[in-house]
């Protein structure tokens, strides 16, 4: 009987050893500074806003890059853009010149005023049964008329027409090579930018890091 009650007694004493032990731990274990909590939700908001910029920087040069091509394909097969300069006798630019363009068998027109290169751009909500149809383009009592063409079996290529009057101030539509030039060079350089910001921060978060575990081991 005192061995078993000696025996029950050890027990108790280690149960009640191991209990402190566990509420002694609860105690001893380290909490999370305010300070702290605040600089690592600061570090998550930085992350997200890195992220985010790389996306839109990512976005733009897809917009910029990417061939007008595929945006266009879901568009192509009803609409019909007609565009030019419009120059006067003396080839400087007409500025605020109206410019009226229509498919004459339907109906369909547009009137635009040019900018001040002497630019215009129409586009008719056009389909494939509207090719062949006759086109009248008109600036100042001048009428020049077409047909509508195009492949209807294309549904990619935009469909669209260049119509100039006048000499002298007429260009290339196409935008100039030192913009794309430009605009490359800046991508670039904003990605490299966010790619070393992101590198820093990864280094420094290291030397955190490792000066906690030497502060741990003394």
């Avoid at 990864?202 to 003394?218: I, S, V």
Wanted: aromatic share 8%.
């Amino acid at each position: 009987m005192l061995e078993e009650s000696a025996s029950n007694l050890g027990r108790v004493r280690v149960d009640e050893a191991s209990r402190s032990m566990a509420v002694g731990g609860m105690f001893v274990r380290p909490k999370t500074s305010p300070t702290r909590v605040i600089r690592m939700r600061w570090r998550r908001a930085i992350s997200r806003k890195t992220a985010w910029r790389v996306v839109v920087v990512w976005g733009l040069i897809s917009t910029l890059f990417v061939p007008s091509v595929l945006f266009a394909s879901h568009a192509a097969d009803h609409r019909f853009t007609v565009e030019g300069f419009v120059c006067g006798k003396d080839g400087r630019p007409g500025a605020n010149v109206e410019v009226l363009v229509k498919d004459t068998r339907i109906t369909v027109g547009q009137t635009v005023t040019t900018d001040g290169d002497g630019y215009y751009k129409v586009t008719l909500h056009l389909h494939n049964d509207n090719v062949g149809d006759p086109l009248l383009v008109e600036v100042g009592g001048e009428q020049k008329n077409y047909k509508i063409q195009f492949d209807p079996n294309d549904l990619e290529t935009e469909r669209k027409l260049r119509v100039d009057f006048g000499s002298g101030c007429e260009r290339d539509l196409g935008p100039p090579q030192w913009l794309l030039y430009g605009l490359g060079i800046a991508a670039v350089a904003i990605v490299g930018w966010i790619g070393l910001k992101i590198s820093r921060k990864r280094m420094r978060e290291e030397q955190r890091r490792k000066k906690g575990q030497g502060k741990r081991q003394k």
